[in-house]
């Protein structure tokens, strides 16, 4: 229905009135067309409304283009704009309205394309009413001062614009849709947050798993059983001269005495000396038992068996036990403590603290180290007078009457004393362990003092027959003026009256050795047997001068 507007062809081109005046319809002329050209239907042109008109919703204004102008020079629809405005600036020909797109559901893929612009054969976009593509390459451009001689014809088809490859924009596609290209393949979205939180999870899940596994190998010692490499079994031997080998050759013949009587109890060492079960000892090992008391020997083996006492002797701290009843015993081998070289190795092997068959070894640090021991009787009567082999061997108490053997496990001293830090007194009467000074009895005295305890049941002194000033503080040893109880110093008919010695006398050297104190002069002489020849220098009234004696016999105790 056309409201009673006249109907006809309407114009392919239009424009936009200026504001402030209506647009002059052009006088309807009547013009010839083909057959062949498509007859444009009535496009709606929007117009200015007046401001006291009133329009409701349901009104459509539209105004109808004027018709065709005749043949010829075709008429602008408005004036000049002076300005140059757009899009009001020279008289037309305008490009067709952009199309009118519809929304459309936007597929998962990406943002569709919609159709492109192609006229109708009426001048219209299909479905549209009217629509316009941007021209594609090498299409003419418009003008806003286009010559009016390059104005197309209206009877002139319209030439059909070339597909464009340009983006096309949906304004009702879904926000953040990128734009796409004809035929440009979809881009799938990035999934980085999805494989970060995939990579958390997994190395949570990891952590759990190998957790478990590690708790379940520190329980149960692993997933299968491990065997680690070792090497097989020897047959035990060790080189003779090896601390194994002397230890394994000595063992046997070394035993742990316990003691008790009297009120006391102690532990010490010793080793056998022949097959009949003579054992060697110090005499502060078996002094606590008295002549009463109880003595308990155990072999390295683990048999234990009582012992008796055969003899012993303060001044040397030697004594001999026998044991009864055992067979199978090895007397271990005796060596010549003369032939000891200092820096020679050795080996102790004793009970110290009452951990009995242990071995500690050591060399010869020093040796004729003259060292007084004992002396707690305070009378004198059991202190020990000792011209002692000196070790490093860890010695410590219950080492007491162990053997000091050398690398051919053979006894060259009798392990007696050691020289301690302190007192190793305490709150419950500790004793003070080793500090690698340790003293051996030299086993030439030892041998024979234990000959003269099994044979007699006592051993005899070396003397000279003379008192020493025990006061003195010079250097050498001073003969005193008087003896003990007021006797002479000097015994009449003895070795030392019969060399000359007088009293007031110092001896300063033994057999070409010097002497410091009269302790050092008593440890000389005892290390020598009775009978023995030695040679004495001594100084008298300034002058020194050398004589010999021969050495007397005194019973020990």
């Known amino acids: 229905?056309?409201?009673?507007?006249?109907?006809?062809?309407?114009?392919?081109?239009?424009?936009?009135?200026?504001?402030?005046?209506?647009?002059?319809?052009?006088?309807?002329?009547?013009?010839?067309?083909?057959?062949?050209?498509?007859?444009?239907?009535?496009?709606?042109?929007?117009?200015?409304?007046?401001?006291?008109?009133?329009?409701?919703?349901?009104?459509?204004?539209?105004?109808?283009?004027?018709?065709?102008?005749?043949?010829?020079?075709?008429?602008?629809?408005?004036?000049?704009?002076?300005?140059?405005?757009?899009?009001?600036?020279?008289?037309?020909?305008?490009?067709?309205?952009?199309?009118?797109?519809?929304?459309?559901?936007?597929?998962?893929?990406?943002?569709?394309?919609?159709?492109?612009?192609?006229?109708?054969?009426?001048?219209?976009?299909?479905?549209?009413?009217?629509?316009?593509?941007?021209?594609?390459?090498?299409?003419?451009?418009?003008?806003?001062?286009?010559?009016?001689?390059?104005?197309?014809?209206?009877?002139?088809?319209?030439?059909?614009?070339?597909?464009?490859?340009?983006?096309?924009?949906?304004?009702?596609?879904?926000?953040?849709?990128?734009?796409?290209?004809?035929?440009?393949?979809?881009?799938?979205?990035?999934?980085?947050?999805?494989?970060?939180?995939?990579?958390?999870?997994?190395a949570l899940v990891a952590g759990g798993i190998g957790g478990g596994i590690g708790a379940y190998i520190e329980r149960n010692g692993g997933i299968t059983q491990v065997e680690l490499p070792q090497a097989s079994k020897d047959n035990g031997n060790r080189p003779p001269d090896s601390v194994a080998g002397i230890a394994a050759s000595a063992l046997p013949s070394v035993v742990t005495l316990h003691v008790s009587g009297g009120g006391e109890q102690g532990t010490g060492t010793g080793f056998v000396l022949d097959q009949q079960g003579h054992i060697l000892t110090n005499n502060h090992v078996v002094d606590p038992a008295g002549s009463a008391g109880d003595i308990s020997v155990t072999f390295s083996g683990g048999e234990t068996a009582k012992a008796t006492l055969v003899g012993k002797d303060s001044g040397y701290d030697l004594a001999v036990v026998k044991v009864s009843g055992v067979s199978g015993l090895k007397p271990l081998p005796l060596g010549n403590s003369d032939n000891v070289q200092v820096g020679d190795p050795v080996v102790a092997i004793g009970a110290p603290f009452d951990l009995q068959n242990t071995v500690t070894s050591g060399?010869?640090?020093?040796?004729?180290?003259?060292?007084?021991?004992?002396?707690?009787?305070?009378?004198?009567?059991?202190?020990?007078?000792?011209?002692?082999?000196?070790?490093?061997?860890?010695?410590?108490?219950?080492?007491?009457?162990?053997?000091?053997?050398?690398?051919?496990?053979?006894?060259?001293?009798?392990?007696?004393?050691?020289?301690?830090?302190?007192?190793?007194?305490?709150?419950?009467?500790?004793?003070?362990?080793?500090?690698?000074?340790?003293?051996?009895?030299?086993?030439?005295?030892?041998?024979?003092?234990?000959?003269?305890?099994?044979?007699?049941g006592k051993a005899t002194h070396p003397v000279i027959g003379v008192s020493l000033d025990m006061k003195y503080t010079g250097d050498g040893a001073r003969v005193g003026e008087k003896g003990k109880d007021g006797s002479p110093s000097v015994t009449s008919g003895g070795p030392g009256a019969k060399a000359g010695i007088k009293p007031g006398d110092i001896i300063t050297k033994v057999d070409g050795q010097r002497v410091h104190s009269g302790e050092e002069l008593i440890v000389k002489i005892r290390s020598h047997r009775p009978g023995d020849r030695l040679e004495l220098t001594l100084v008298r009234g300034g002058n020194e001068r050398t004589m010999t004696l021969t050495l007397g016999s005194a019973d020990g105790t």
């Open 363 to 456: 060399i010869i640090s020093a040796k004729e180290r003259p060292i007084t021991a004992g002396g707690e009787k305070g009378d004198g009567s059991d202190v020990s007078y000792v011209d002692a082999l000196q070790t490093d061997a860890p010695i410590n108490p219950g080492n007491s009457g162990g053997p000091l053997v050398d690398t051919k496990a053979r006894v060259i001293g009798i392990n007696s004393a050691i020289r301690a830090a302190d007192s190793g007194a305490g709150p419950e009467g500790g004793q003070a362990g080793s500090i690698g000074l340790g003293f051996a009895i030299p086993i030439n005295q030892g041998k024979r003092v234990a000959e003269e305890l099994i044979n007699t």
């Open 1 to 202: 229905m056309d409201d009673g507007k006249p109907t006809g062809p309407k114009a392919k081109w239009w424009s936009r009135p200026s504001a402030g005046r209506a647009t002059q319809p052009e006088p309807e002329t009547q013009e010839s067309v083909s057959v062949s050209e498509p007859v444009p239907a009535r496009v709606p042109v929007p117009v200015q409304v007046p401001e006291d008109a009133s329009v409701t919703a349901d009104t459509e204004v539209t105004a109808e283009l004027p018709p065709t102008p005749a043949p010829g020079r075709p008429q602008p629809l408005h004036e000049p704009d002076a300005y140059s405005t757009p899009p009001y600036g020279g008289p037309g020909p305008w490009a067709p309205a952009p199309p009118v797109q519809r929304p459309m559901p936007t597929p998962a893929q990406g943002t569709p394309v919609p159709p492109q612009y192609s006229p109708a054969p009426n001048g219209t976009a299909p479905g549209t009413g009217g629509g316009y593509a941007p021209p594609g390459p090498g299409a003419p451009q418009p003008h806003a001062q286009q010559p009016h001689a390059q104005q197309p014809h209206a009877h002139q088809p319209q030439a059909q614009p070339p597909t464009s490859h340009w983006l096309q924009y949906d304004p009702w596609s879904a926000p953040g849709q990128p734009l796409t290209h004809p035929g440009e393949p979809t881009r799938k979205k990035r999934r980085g947050g999805s494989l970060l939180v995939g990579a958390v999870l997994l």
